[in-house]
């Protein structure tokens, strides 16, 4: 089932990515497929394996290596100044032990996108996979999209600077509109009513992104774009045009989580919450469906 239009718009932040592991495996379940996806971060890492049609990679990659010595830790941040072991993440991973699917991704007719940050001008940049051979998207796009200041440095992709996309448009549901998607699937991975607050930035912090000002101003008017963004969530939901798979339990788990039994049962709250409203969901993209074929 192929869902003319539509776009599949998915959050990041970092290990509560298992839940939109479980969102996503109960889509493959259901062969539900969308023409357009765009994520960011563990958002758009999650994304990727589902258009290359990988349904246990996920988990794989979110639940069951978690624990792996070369998966992240401080000793990573400080041999190779990444609280992630980025070339573990998106070398060894991929190309070892869990192959990615690299033919599947690239032939596949999805428009897919990664949000990354512009670290010169602290604005979001919206890479798409035809722009890039697979191994390049997932080497360095995926990667420049998961590197949060402070925890990773910056990628560099064809000559500029690129630090994760959640900093300047967590849920990039307004370009996935821009694209010309007037009905949106948007997979968050906060509870609802989940406010977020201003952040706050030690002295070391604030010394390292000194470098990067304009990186630094993004970060701290991040919460005001994170909210007005959740509200016009909340609108669109209301009238129609967005569907939200969000938690409904209460989450528990940490961007930083290493606790494997807390990553597995919310994968599986993901999947399960999902098959829960599957009869809705349909409805609602039979609905959308029809709605748009008659206004073109």
Same mark, same amino acid.
């Given at each position: 089932m192929r869902n003319n239009k539509i776009g599949l718009v998915l959050e !990041? %932040? !970092? @290990? +509560? !990515?298992? *839940?939109?592991? !479980?969102?996503?495996? =109960? $889509? @493959? /379940?259901? &062969? #539900?497929? $969308?023409? *357009?996806? #765009? %994520?960011?971060?563990? %958002?758009? &890492?999650? %994304?990727? &394996?589902?258009? =290359?049609?990988? +349904?246990? +990679?996920?988990?794989?990659? $979110?639940? /069951? *290596?978690?624990n792996h010595k070369d998966y992240s830790g401080f000793k990573h941040w400080i041999i190779g100044k990444s609280f992630f072991n980025m070339d573990f993440l998106f070398d060894t991973l991929p190309n070892k032990l869990v192959p990615f699917d690299y033919e599947t991704f690239e032939k596949s007719p999805t428009v897919f996108k990664a949000c990354v940050t512009e670290c010169s001008t602290g604005e979001p940049v919206y890479f798409e996979k035809s722009q890039f051979s697979g191994v390049e998207f997932m080497e360095i796009v995926l990667r420049a999209s998961s590197s949060l200041p402070i925890l990773s440095p910056p990628v560099e992709i064809n000559g500029k600077l690129y630090f994760d996309g959640g900093i300047t448009d967590s849920i990039p549901l307004e370009k996935s509109i821009e694209d010309g998607n007037m009905y949106n699937v948007v997979v968050l991975t906060r509870n609802k009513g989940y406010i977020k607050e201003p952040q706050t930035l030690g002295l070391y912090s604030r010394h390292y992104l000194k470098k990067y000002p304009k990186v630094l101003d993004a970060i701290e008017k991040r919460h005001i774009k994170y909210n007005i963004t959740l509200e016009k969530i909340n609108d669109l939901e209301e009238e129609g045009f967005v569907y939200v798979f969000r938690p409904i339990d209460e989450i528990i788990v940490d961007r930083l989580e290493k606790d494997t039994d807390k990553l597995n049962k919310l994968y599986e709250q993901g999947y399960r919450e999902t098959m829960e409203q599957m009869s809705k969901f349909k409805n609602w993209l039979t609905d959308a469906v029809e709605d748009k074929a008659s206004i073109v």
């Amino acid at each position: 089932m192929r869902n003319n239009k539509i776009g599949l718009v998915l959050e !990041g %932040g !970092g @290990m +509560r !990515g298992a *839940y939109t592991s !479980g969102v996503l495996a =109960a $889509f @493959m /379940d259901e &062969n #539900i497929k $969308f023409p *357009y996806v #765009i %994520g960011v971060s563990a %958002g758009a &890492n999650n %994304g990727a &394996n589902f258009v =290359a049609e990988q +349904r246990e +990679r996920n988990k794989k990659v $979110f639940v /069951d *290596y978690v624990n792996h010595k070369d998966y992240s830790g401080f000793k990573h941040w400080i041999i190779g100044k990444s609280f992630f072991n980025m070339d573990f993440l998106f070398d060894t991973l991929p190309n070892k032990l869990v192959p990615f699917d690299y033919e599947t991704f690239e032939k596949s007719p999805t428009v897919f996108k990664a949000c990354v940050t512009e670290c010169s001008t602290g604005e979001p940049v919206y890479f798409e996979k035809s722009q890039f051979s697979g191994v390049e998207f997932m080497e360095i796009v995926l990667r420049a999209s998961s590197s949060l200041p402070i925890l990773s440095p910056p990628v560099e992709i064809n000559g500029k600077l690129y630090f994760d996309g959640g900093i300047t448009d967590s849920i990039p549901l307004e370009k996935s509109i821009e694209d010309g998607n007037m009905y949106n699937v948007v997979v968050l991975t906060r509870n609802k009513g989940y406010i977020k607050e201003p952040q706050t930035l030690g002295l070391y912090s604030r010394h390292y992104l000194k470098k990067y000002p304009k990186v630094l101003d993004a970060i701290e008017k991040r919460h005001i774009k994170y909210n007005i963004t959740l509200e016009k969530i909340n609108d669109l939901e209301e009238e129609g045009f967005v569907y939200v798979f969000r938690p409904i339990d209460e989450i528990i788990v940490d961007r930083l989580e290493k606790d494997t039994d807390k990553l597995n049962k919310l994968y599986e709250q993901g999947y399960r919450e999902t098959m829960e409203q599957m009869s809705k969901f349909k409805n609602w993209l039979t609905d959308a469906v029809e709605d748009k074929a008659s206004i073109v």
